[in-house]
């Protein structure tokens, strides 16, 4: 299995962040309590849950501002899945691997399961319904996540493209919100007049998601 050094590495080289300042956003997952200590060194192991905590941790740092800050992590871990329209709670309909996610799924939680579904070769077989090789890219798929700020939000969009083609055949995107608590969900992108955007897609999770390709275990 491999180490949280290993996925400050692939965070790092992904993202293009100093390897000093992903270890840092790491180290105040551990004190916060969102990644759990398992051994030191070399002994300590990583979950696909701990390589999506970190991921969002760094991909969500404001452009201006305190970088590492935990309240800034979980405004965009615990956002919510849900359907816009009209607003409710939702989970992945088209994409079978995603559909046992709970309505309401955190941001972390669709990330972990892409990424031991990447891992396993089940997240989306191809138009033949033939999964890919755990060690091999699976050219048919595409993915993209953009999270967005100031208001944190976030769009995970996955797409399958079948071999000798250049449109896909599925496509499905979930939209990611955190609901004001006992307030119902309203779509607000109407009032919203600037906002910032940040991108990182398909690369980083197979990089990430080839560290879990041997002796998977569960997300």
């Given amino acids: 299995m491999p180490t949280p050094a290993d996925i400050i590495d692939v965070i790092s080289t992904r993202l293009s962040f100093p390897k000093k300042t992903v270890a840092q956003h790491d180290r105040l997952l551990v004190v916060n309590g969102q990644r759990r200590i398992s051994g030191r060194g070399r002994s300590a192991t990583a979950s696909p849950c701990d390589a999506a905590a970190l991921l969002v941790a760094v991909a969500a740092t404001p452009i201006a501002g305190p970088a590492i800050n935990i309240a800034n992590y979980r405004s965009y871990a615990n956002?919510?899945?849900?359907?816009?329209?009209?607003?409710?709670?939702?989970?992945?309909?088209?994409?079978?691997?995603?559909?046992?996610?709970?309505?309401?799924?955190?941001?972390?939680?669709?990330?972990?399961?892409?990424?031991?579904?990447?891992?396993?070769?089940?997240?989306?077989?191809?138009?033949?319904?033939?999964?890919?090789?755990?060690?091999?890219?699976?050219h048919h798929i595409g993915i993209s996540v953009a999270l967005y700020a100031p208001m944190a939000r976030a769009t995970v969009r996955i797409e399958r493209t079948p071999e000798g083609l250049f449109e896909p055949d599925l496509s499905e995107s979930l939209h990611y919100y955190r609901p004001a608590e006992d307030e119902p969900i309203a779509h607000r992108e109407g009032q919203i007049d600037f906002a910032q955007e940040r991108i990182f897609g398909m690369l980083t999770l197979w990089s990430l998601a080839k560290l879990f390709a041997v002796g998977i275990q569960s997300s």
Avoid at 84 to 106: M, N
């Fill in 79 to 138: 956002l919510r899945a849900v359907h816009v329209p009209p607003g409710k709670f939702g989970s992945w309909e088209q994409i079978d691997s995603l559909r046992e996610l709970a309505d309401g799924h955190t941001l972390v939680e669709a990330l972990a399961r892409i990424i031991g579904r990447l891992a396993n070769g089940t997240l989306l077989p191809g138009n033949n319904e033939v999964t890919h090789q755990k060690n091999a890219f699976p």
